[in-house]
């Protein structure tokens, strides 16, 4: 909205002052602003509570394994695995989101 708002500002299409001009478009960044951190509290809140969830369940599946998989398994692959996997959960594919997400509110804020 905030280009078309531009737009319309440049034409003088409302026929207001100046200051209403600058007023309307400084709403439309302030609201494209607080929409942007309320998405990233909320993913941020979302991907911890997901890391954790995760986190749980996988360990669960460990300790209630078989005493066969103990003796086939080293326990560096094992840790090694869990480590990798959560890193990969916290980061890459948070950031993927993160980013995702951040573009989705600038381009609807953007219209």
Known sequence: MSPVW?????????NLQQGVYMGVYAVF????SLGLLSM???FSTFTIMSA??????????VLHAPFSFFDTTPQGRITHRFSKDMDTLDNIIGEAMRTLIGTVVQVVGSI
């Open 6 to 14: 531009l737009l319309w500002w440049q034409n003088g299409t409302f």
């Open 29 to 32: 960044g302030i609201t494209q």
């Open 40 to 42: 990233g509290v909320i």
């Open 52 to 61: 954790t969830t995760l986190h749980h369940r996988a360990l669960q599946r």
